[in-house]
């Protein structure tokens, strides 16, 4: 399944430039709440049985634990979710960061191609219990993960195929904060966003 952009996206065609945070954290979804999905379901693959210990390793599509990036600009505080299914992370990056950006991730091997693709790259190394360097740090981005699985909790479930929806709502939601008053003005964001 290919990436749709939503159009409650706020960064469409816009590259977030500057100092930026990128990070990416794993939802467990899977074929929730769609009659059009019982045909994968009786194809062979298993029920998923509930108690179970999740996969060792970072989570897949394919495993109902599909991964999410989130991307920070911390000068204008703008943040982009992305839910990647057959892009890997520096293509994520390089699409959604300017050329010249300074960027801060933590020491997941695949963020390593960065400085190749003309980004200045740092990153904190959690696994000696780093978590900041001065200004070098992914805190921000850890903060809106961990405000988007609160908020995608109520929903109880989320359809993995529906998932890039969700977190483009999330990132509307969260990015129009503080910038429109009332709601008659969020709608009409809403209304004339292309």
């Given at each position: 399944?290919?990436?749709?952009s939503s159009?409650?996206?706020?960064?469409?065609?816009?590259?977030?430039?500057?100092?930026?945070?990128?990070?990416?954290?794993?939802?467990?979804?899977?074929?929730?709440?769609?009659?059009?999905?019982?045909?994968?379901?009786?194809?062979?693959?298993?029920?998923?049985?509930?108690?179970?210990?999740?996969?060792?390793?970072?989570?897949?599509?394919?495993?109902?634990?599909?991964?999410?990036?989130?991307?920070?600009?911390?000068?204008?505080?703008?943040?982009?979710?992305?839910?990647?299914?057959?892009?890997?992370?520096?293509?994520?990056?390089?699409?959604?960061?300017?050329?010249?950006s300074t960027?801060?991730?933590?020491?997941?091997?695949?963020?390593?191609?960065?400085?190749?693709?003309?980004?200045?790259?740092?990153?904190?190394?959690?696994?000696?219990?780093?978590?900041?360097?001065?200004?070098?740090?992914?805190?921000?981005?850890?903060?809106?993960?961990?405000?988007?699985?609160?908020?995608?909790a109520k929903?109880?479930?989320?359809?993995?195929?529906?998932?890039?929806?969700?977190?483009?709502?999330?990132?509307?939601?969260?990015?129009?904060?503080?910038?429109?008053?009332?709601?008659?003005?969020?709608?009409?964001?809403?209304?004339?966003?292309?």
């Open positions: 399944m290919e990436k749709l159009p409650l996206s706020t960064t469409n065609n816009v590259k977030l430039k500057g100092t930026i945070e990128v990070d990416e954290f794993y939802i467990k979804a899977g074929f929730k709440g769609r009659a059009y999905h019982n045909d994968i379901i009786k194809s062979g693959r298993e029920p998923r049985r509930r108690a179970l210990k999740p996969w060792k390793g970072r989570g897949t599509f394919d495993k109902d634990y599909p991964m999410i990036t989130c991307i920070h600009q911390r000068d204008y505080r703008i943040t982009h979710f992305n839910v990647p299914v057959k892009q890997n992370l520096v293509d994520i990056t390089c699409s959604n960061v300017d050329y010249g960027v801060y991730t933590d020491e997941y091997v695949a963020y390593n191609q960065l400085k190749v693709h003309g980004l200045v790259h740092e990153q904190v190394k959690h696994s000696v219990k780093e978590y900041a360097r001065g200004d070098i740090h992914i805190n921000n981005c850890e903060c809106r993960s961990n405000l988007f699985k609160i908020w995608i929903f109880m479930g989320v359809n993995k195929y529906n998932l890039e929806a969700y977190s483009k709502a999330f990132e509307f939601i969260h990015n129009m904060k503080g910038k429109t008053h009332s709601r008659e003005e969020r709608f009409m964001q809403i209304l004339c966003h292309k």
